[in-house]
Protein backbone atom coordinates (compact mmCIF):
# COMPACT_ATOMS: atom_id res chain seq x y z
CA UNK A 1 0.00 0.00 0.00
CA UNK A 2 1.59 3.35 -0.98
CA UNK A 3 1.52 6.16 1.09
CA UNK A 4 -1.15 7.78 -1.02
CA UNK A 5 -3.16 4.79 -0.44
CA UNK A 6 -2.84 5.38 3.30
CA UNK A 7 -3.61 9.01 3.26
CA UNK A 8 -6.94 7.84 1.60
CA UNK A 9 -7.88 5.63 4.26
CA UNK A 10 -6.97 7.51 7.27
CA UNK A 11 -10.16 10.02 6.56
CA UNK A 12 -12.18 6.61 7.12
CA UNK A 13 -10.52 5.14 10.02
CA UNK A 14 -10.83 8.85 11.58
CA UNK A 15 -14.87 8.60 10.54
CA UNK A 16 -15.00 5.03 12.52
CA UNK A 17 -13.50 6.30 15.20
CA UNK A 18 -15.65 9.57 15.76
CA UNK A 19 -18.74 7.02 15.22
CA UNK A 20 -17.77 4.83 17.59
CA UNK A 21 -16.86 7.22 20.47
CA UNK A 22 -18.94 10.74 20.11
CA UNK A 23 -21.71 9.53 17.70
CA UNK A 24 -25.44 8.12 18.74
CA UNK A 25 -24.07 4.76 18.83
CA UNK A 26 -21.74 5.40 21.50
CA UNK A 27 -24.12 7.46 23.50
CA UNK A 28 -27.00 4.54 23.00
CA UNK A 29 -24.30 1.78 23.79
CA UNK A 30 -23.79 3.86 27.44
CA UNK A 31 -27.30 4.34 27.95
CA UNK A 32 -27.14 0.63 27.53
CA UNK A 33 -25.32 0.20 30.78
CA UNK A 34 -27.96 1.32 33.21
CA UNK A 35 -25.16 3.34 34.75
CA UNK A 36 -23.87 7.00 34.07
CA UNK A 37 -20.37 6.02 33.68
CA UNK A 38 -17.57 8.34 32.36
CA UNK A 39 -15.72 6.78 29.09
CA UNK A 40 -12.88 6.21 30.90
CA UNK A 41 -14.38 4.16 33.48
CA UNK A 42 -16.55 2.45 30.87
CA UNK A 43 -13.72 1.62 28.80
CA UNK A 44 -11.79 -0.16 32.44
CA UNK A 45 -15.18 -2.41 32.42
CA UNK A 46 -15.31 -3.52 28.95
CA UNK A 47 -11.10 -4.21 28.82
CA UNK A 48 -11.48 -6.63 31.98
CA UNK A 49 -14.68 -8.38 30.15
CA UNK A 50 -12.66 -8.86 26.87
CA UNK A 51 -9.73 -9.79 28.94
CA UNK A 52 -11.93 -12.41 30.47
CA UNK A 53 -9.64 -12.77 33.38
CA UNK A 54 -8.37 -10.01 36.02
CA UNK A 55 -5.72 -7.30 35.41
CA UNK A 56 -3.11 -6.11 36.98
CA UNK A 57 -3.46 -2.01 36.91
CA UNK A 58 -0.44 -1.52 34.50
CA UNK A 59 -2.23 -4.11 32.20
CA UNK A 60 -5.14 -2.11 31.82
CA UNK A 61 -2.96 1.00 31.30
CA UNK A 62 -0.97 -0.87 28.67
CA UNK A 63 -4.40 -2.18 26.81
CA UNK A 64 -5.89 1.13 27.06
CA UNK A 65 -2.68 3.12 26.32
CA UNK A 66 -2.84 5.32 29.12
CA UNK A 67 -0.60 5.77 31.82
CA UNK A 68 -1.35 3.87 35.44
CA UNK A 69 -2.01 6.89 37.85
CA UNK A 70 -4.98 7.71 35.81
CA UNK A 71 -6.51 3.79 35.81
CA UNK A 72 -5.82 3.79 39.14
CA UNK A 73 -8.17 6.83 39.71
CA UNK A 74 -10.55 5.44 37.90
CA UNK A 75 -10.67 1.88 39.58
CA UNK A 76 -11.33 3.48 42.75
CA UNK A 77 -13.94 5.06 41.51
CA UNK A 78 -15.52 1.98 39.46
CA UNK A 79 -14.75 -0.16 43.39
CA UNK A 80 -16.78 2.44 44.80
CA UNK A 81 -19.41 2.10 43.03
CA UNK A 82 -18.87 -2.04 43.34
CA UNK A 83 -18.72 -2.33 39.48
CA UNK A 84 -14.74 -3.79 40.31
CA UNK A 85 -12.82 -5.21 43.05
CA UNK A 86 -9.82 -6.28 43.76
CA UNK A 87 -8.86 -9.80 44.20
CA UNK A 88 -5.00 -11.28 45.01
CA UNK A 89 -2.82 -12.65 42.18
CA UNK A 90 -2.56 -16.53 42.99
CA UNK A 91 1.21 -15.92 41.36
CA UNK A 92 1.73 -12.77 44.13
CA UNK A 93 -0.02 -12.15 47.22
CA UNK A 94 1.51 -8.81 47.38
CA UNK A 95 -0.04 -7.51 43.78
CA UNK A 96 -4.05 -6.98 43.49
CA UNK A 97 -5.61 -8.01 40.00
CA UNK A 98 -8.81 -5.91 39.48
CA UNK A 99 -12.17 -8.00 38.20
CA UNK A 100 -15.37 -7.26 37.37
CA UNK A 101 -18.16 -7.67 39.81
CA UNK A 102 -21.39 -9.04 38.19
CA UNK A 103 -22.86 -5.52 38.39
CA UNK A 104 -19.41 -4.55 36.43
CA UNK A 105 -19.90 -7.19 34.01
CA UNK A 106 -23.56 -7.01 33.05
CA UNK A 107 -22.95 -3.16 32.47
CA UNK A 108 -19.89 -4.13 30.17
CA UNK A 109 -22.05 -6.79 28.41
CA UNK A 110 -24.23 -4.65 27.64
CA UNK A 111 -22.38 -1.86 26.53
CA UNK A 112 -20.41 -4.59 23.88
CA UNK A 113 -23.57 -6.11 22.74
CA UNK A 114 -25.50 -2.99 21.86
CA UNK A 115 -22.17 -2.14 20.19
CA UNK A 116 -21.61 -5.40 19.01
CA UNK A 117 -25.53 -5.52 17.44
CA UNK A 118 -24.89 -2.22 15.46
CA UNK A 119 -21.80 -3.01 13.43
CA UNK A 120 -23.64 -6.64 13.25
CA UNK A 121 -26.70 -3.97 11.53
CA UNK A 122 -23.98 -2.68 9.39
CA UNK A 123 -22.43 -5.41 7.35
CA UNK A 124 -25.45 -7.95 7.73
CA UNK A 125 -26.16 -7.88 3.80
CA UNK A 126 -22.28 -8.18 3.19
CA UNK A 127 -21.01 -11.40 1.95
CA UNK A 128 -19.91 -13.66 4.23
CA UNK A 129 -16.13 -13.77 3.19
CA UNK A 130 -16.47 -10.10 3.27
CA UNK A 131 -17.07 -10.39 7.18
CA UNK A 132 -14.95 -12.80 7.56
CA UNK A 133 -11.89 -10.48 5.80
CA UNK A 134 -13.45 -7.51 7.61
CA UNK A 135 -12.12 -9.73 10.81
CA UNK A 136 -9.34 -10.80 10.16
CA UNK A 137 -8.22 -7.83 8.53
CA UNK A 138 -9.11 -5.61 11.63
CA UNK A 139 -7.58 -8.00 14.07
CA UNK A 140 -4.27 -7.69 11.86
CA UNK A 141 -4.41 -4.19 11.41
CA UNK A 142 -5.11 -3.74 15.41
CA UNK A 143 -2.26 -6.05 16.74
CA UNK A 144 0.29 -4.80 14.04
CA UNK A 145 -0.43 -1.06 14.87
CA UNK A 146 -0.40 -2.15 18.76
CA UNK A 147 2.53 -4.17 18.33
CA UNK A 148 4.44 -0.72 16.42
CA UNK A 149 3.31 1.36 19.46
CA UNK A 150 4.72 -1.08 21.95
CA UNK A 151 7.82 -0.34 19.75
CA UNK A 152 7.68 3.63 20.38
Do not use: C
Not at 5 to 16: E, G, K, N, T, Y
Not at 100 to 118: F, I, K, N
Amino acid sequence: MSSDDFADVLPRIAQLSTAMNRGRVAQQAMDATGLSLDRPGLTILVTLATAGTPLRIGEIADRMQVVGPHVTRQVQALEQRDLVQRVADPNDKRVSLIELTPTGAEAAQRYMTTVLGWFRDAVDDWPAQDRADLGRLLTKLADDVTTKLTEL
